[in-house]
T-cell receptor, first 115, second 112 residues
Framework: EAGVTQFPSHSVIEKGQTVTLRCDPI?????LYWYRRVMGKEIKFLLHFVKESKQDESGMPNNRFLAERTGGTYSTLKVQPAELEDSGVYFC?????????????FGNGTRLTVT | QKEVEQDPGPLSVPEGAIVSLNCTYSNSAFQYFMWYRQYSRKGPELLMY????GNKEDGRFTAQVDKSSKYISLFIRDSQPSDSATYLCATHGSGNTGKLIFGQGTTLQVKP
């Protein structure tokens, strides 16, 4: 079984540019999550999809971040325009069944550097 | 006050030592607790998943939850250099949600 895959693994962009991160969850997992870790801080929740619907987007920092999951399969997270404070590692995770009592499986993350 | 507190370390031990990693949490309504291991440049990998108070053992790893003191622990017996990683505690929080609340992570180095 393939795990959660994320692309790209690393992205370096200039302030003001746009970046799109992609996540492919484990096949059959309805729940898909985005998390972010900025340097020196803990991993923080961004949002949760159930299939193609946003279940909880309480962690999204601001309207420069747009997440989509068309068709309930892979997801994209777009940052437009990027700011310096957006630098960090963006993780995607997925689980099946009930969201709250099923362990999350994480991808290896996308390391975003905004210069 | 953070919802989950974890000493970031770093923690350095000799091979074969018993390692104790700890977290505290703020809300007594939290029920599900996890320990993740994260190697450099990799994503968090689930080690242990526990519900409510008590101990859970898996090989060299034991997870312990003490709800009375809002304290969770991970013990590693006979530590190996391959155990060198960052260990993250996490909880689902108080609602029936998949959202995880993480501690900052403790960096562990096991020296041969």
């Amino acid at each position: 079984e393939a795990g959660v895959t994320q692309f790209p693994s690393h992205s370096v962009i200039e302030k003001g540019q746009t970046v799109t991160l992609r996540c492919d969850p484990i096949s059959g997992h309805d729940n898909l999550y985005w998390y972010r870790r900025v340097m020196g801080k803990e991993i923080k929740f961004l949002l949760h999809f159930v299939k193609e619907s946003k279940q909880d987007e309480s962690g999204m920092p601001n309207n420069r971040f747009l997440a989509e999951r068309t068709g309930g399969t892979y997801s994209t997270l777009k940052v437009q325009p990027a700011e310096l404070e957006d630098s960090g590692v963006y993780f995607c995770a997925s689980n099946g069944g009930r969201a709250y009592n099923s362990p999350l499986h994480f991808g290896n993350g996308t390391r975003l550097t905004v210069t | 006050q953070k919802e989950v507190e974890q000493d970031p370390g770093p923690l350095s031990v000799p091979e074969g030592a018993i390692v104790s990693l700890n977290c505290t949490y703020s809300n007594s309504a939290f029920q599900y607790f996890m320990w993740y291991r994260q190697y450099s440049r990799k994503g968090p990998e689930l080690l242990m998943y526990t519900y409510s108070s008590g101990n859970k053992e898996d090989g060299r790893f034991t997870a312990q939850v003490d709800k009375s003191s809002k304290y969770i622990s991970l013990f590693i017996r006979d530590s190996q250099p391959s155990d060198s990683a960052t260990y993250l505690c996490a909880t689902h929080g108080s609602g029936n949600t998949g959202k995880l609340i993480f501690g900052q992570g403790t960096t562990l180095q096991v020296k041969p």
